[in-house]
C-alpha cells in the first residue's frame, strides 16, 4: 500500500494524493474518511442530546426558569447558527482540515469548562465557546464526503454519516440520565473530553487536506450582523413571556431584523460572497433546504419539550427519561444508511415527501400524550414513528441540498447546517414562547377550579415562567400540595398538546415543498 503525506503526517491508507471524488465505501481509505467525520459529528450530536436531558436538572440546580434554560440553549446555537457560513467558506478557503481542528479545539475547550460554571450566566458563556467551535467543525464533515467520495457513492455515505453519526450518540440520552441522575449534570458536559482525544487521533492520520481557494479571502467580518442579528431577534422572544412587548422589546426584535437584511444586502456586493448566487438557483438545492427548515423546527420542538414532559410532568427519572428517547435515535441511526441507498436508485422526491409525513404523523401523536398515561402508549407509537420518517427523509434531503458545485461544497454545507441550526434556534425561542403564554393562560384556569386560596393559587402563578419545574412551598398542607401539582402538570400537557399539533402543521409542510420543489436527476444528466 502506497503511503502519501497529509500535511507532512503519513497517510497510509490514502492511495492517490491529491484525487478527490474516488473514495469508495467498500475500500479502506473511504471507510476510514467516513469513520472520521461519523465519529466528528457523533461529538456533537452526542452533547447536544445529553444536555437536553439534563436541562431538568440544571434548572433545578440554579433554580432557574424557563428563559435561563433557552439561554443556555441559545448561548450555544446562536454562534453556531449564525457562524457556520462562516465556517464553510474559510474551509474552502483556508483547508477544510485546519478549521476543522481550530474548530474541535474551542468545542473541546467550551464544553469542558461548561462543566465547571456556578451560574447560569456562566454556563452560557462557556457554551457560547463551544457553540463556536461547532460553526467551524460541523460544516467541514458533510464537505470532506461530499467532495471524497465518487458521485455514485455519496447518497450512501451520506446515509451512513447520517445514521451513524448518531450512533456515538445513541446512548447519550440514556448515559447522561444515569450521569444526572447519579453524579451531577455537571459530568454530561465531562463527556467530550474522550470523543476529542479520539477524534484528533483519527483526524490526523485519515483526512486530508484540500487544495485552498486562495482567490479572494472570505469576509468573515460580515458574520457580525449575522451574530448581532439573530441574538437581537431571540433576545426579544425569550423576554416575551416574562415582560410583554415593551419599547426595548420592540426595538431590539426591529435592530436584529435590520441587522440580518444588512448582512444580505453587504455579502451580495462582496466579489467573493458567502452565498454565492448560484447557489439558489437550483429547485432542488431551494427546495431542500426550505424543507430542512421546518423540519428541523419541528423536529427540535419535540425533543426539547418531549423532554421536559417525561421528566417533569410524567415522573420518569433523568436515566428512565433518556431511554424513553432512545426508539426514535435509534431507528434513525440504523436506517438512514439504507434508506440513502435506496434514494441514490430512486431519486429523492418520493422519500422527501413521505418522510415528513411521517414524522408530522408521529408529531401529532405525541399531542395527545396527557398526563399519566402508558409511557408504551402515550408516547412510544409517537417517537417509533417520528424515527422512521427522519431515516427515510436524512440521506436524500441532505444529499439534494449538496447538489453543487464541488468548489461550493464547503458553503452549501455549512448553509445547510445553518438553516437546520436557525431552525433549532428559533424552535426554542418561538415555542419557549407558545409554551409560556399557553401554560400560564391554562394553569390559571385550572387553579380556579382547586380550592386554593387566591394567595396559595398567587404563589404558583408567580413561578408560571418555570413551566413543570414549578416547585410547590413547603407551607401547602397535603391536599393542596397535590391540588396545586396537579394542576401544573395538567396545564403543561395542554399546552404541550397545541405546541405539538403547531409542530406536525410544520413537518406537513416540509411535505408540501418537497412536492413543489424536488425532482429526481434525470438519467445520465
Not at 305 to 329: E, R
Not at 503 to 522: K, Q, T
Amino acid at each position: 500500500m502506497e503511503c502519501v503525506t497529509l500535511n507532512g503526517a503519513p497517510n497510509p491508507i490514502s492511495k492517490s494524493p491529491g484525487v478527490l471524488g474516488q473514495y469508495k465505501l467498500d475500500e479502506p481509505a473511504g471507510r476510514w474518511l467516513l469513520a472520521t467525520t461519523i465519529v466528528s459529528s457523533g461529538l456533537a450530536f452526542l452533547v447536544s442530546t445529553a444536555v437536553g436531558i439534563a436541562l431538568p436538572s440544571i434548572q433545578s440546580y440554579f433554580n432557574a426558569p424557563l428563559s435561563g434554560l433557552q439561554w443556555i440553549s441559545v448561548a450555544y446555537l446562536l454562534p453556531f447558527s449564525a457562524l457556520l457560513l462562516i465556517g464553510g467558506a474559510l474551509g474552502d478557503h483556508y483547508g477544510r482540515r485546519r478549521i476543522f481542528f481550530i474548530g474541535l479545539a474551542l468545542f473541546v475547550l467550551g464544553s469542558v469548562t461548561s462543566a465547571f460554571a456556578v451560574n447560569v450566566a456562566m454556563l452560557a458563556t462557556f457554551q457560547a465557546v463551544a457553540g463556536i467551535g461547532s460553526a467551524l467543525l460541523v460544516p467541514q464533515n458533510l464537505a470532506f464526503i461530499n467532495t471524497s467520495f465518487a458521485a455514485g457513492e455519496r447518497g450512501r455515505a451520506i446515509g451512513w454519516w447520517a445514521g451513524l453519526s448518531g450512533a456515538i450518540g445513541v446512548a447519550a440520552p440514556w448515559i447522561g440520565g444515569i450521569i444526572t441522575q447519579y453524579f451531577s449534570w455537571r459530568g454530561v458536559f465531562l463527556l467530550v473530553l474522550p470523543f476529542g482525544v479520539l477524534l484528533v487521533f483519527m483526524a490526523r492520520r485519515f483526512i486530508r487536506e484540500n487544495a485552498p481557494v486562495r482567490s479572494q479571502r472570505p469576509n468573515w467580518i460580515l458574520g457580525a450582523p449575522l451574530l448581532l442579528g439573530f441574538g437581537s431577534i431571540i433576545f426579544a422572544l425569550i423576554r416575551l413571556p416574562e415582560y410583554s412587548i415593551g419599547l426595548l422589546e420592540s426595538g431590539v426584535f426591529v435592530i436584529g431584523v435590520a441587522l440580518i437584511l444588512m448582512f444580505f444586502v453587504l455579502d451580495r456586493r462582496q466579489k467573493k460572497p458567502m452565498l454565492p448566487r448560484k447557489l439558489f438557483r437550483s429547485p432542488l438545492v431551494a427546495g431542500a433546504n426550505g424543507a430542512t427548515l421546518l423540519l428541523y423546527f419541528a423536529l427540535n420542538g419535540i425533543i426539547y419539550f418531549t423532554v421536559l414532559n417525561l421528566q417533569q410532568v410524567q415522573g420518569m427519572s433523568p436515566s428512565i427519561g433518556g431511554l424513553a428517547i432512545l426508539p426514535s435515535t435509534l431507528l434513525i441511526t440504523f436506517l438512514s444508511g439504507p434508506f440513502g441507498s435506496l434514494a441514490d436508485k430512486l431519486g429523492p422526491r418520493i422519500q422527501m415527501i413521505f418522510g415528513p409525513i411521517m414524522v408530522a404523523g408521529g408529531i401529532f401523536l405525541l399531542a395527545f400524550s396527557g398526563v399519566g398515561n402508558s409511557y408504551s402508549i402515550a408516547f412510544l407509537p409517537g417517537l417509533i414513528t417520528i424515527g422512521f420518517g427522519m431515516a427515510v427523509v436524512i440521506a436524500p434531503l441532505t444529499k439534494s441540498a449538496l447538489s453543487v458545485d464541488e468548489s461550493l461544497s464547503g458553503v452549501a454545507s455549512g448553509f445547510n447546517n445553518a438553516v437546520a441550526r436557525i431552525a433549532t434556534l428559533f424552535s426554542v425561542a418561538l415555542l419557549g414562547l407558545m409554551m409560556s403564554v399557553l401554560f400560564s393562560a391554562s394553569l390559571a384556569g385550572n387553579l380556579e377550579k382547586t380550592d386554593l386560596s387566591p394567595a396559595q393559587r398567587q404563589e404558583i402563578m408567580d413561578q408560571s415562567s418555570k413551566l413543570g419545574g414549578i416547585s410547590v412551598p413547603d407551607s401547602f398542607d397535603g391536599g393542596s400540595r397535590f391540588a396545586a401539582q396537579n394542576a401544573v402538570r395538567e396545564s403543561f400537557a395542554s399546552a404541550f398538546k397545541w405546541t405539538m399539533v403547531a409542530n406536525a402543521a410544520l413537518a406537513a409542510g416540509a411535505a408540501v415543498v418537497s412536492l413543489a420543489a424536488i425532482r429526481n436527476p434525470r438519467k445520465g444528466g
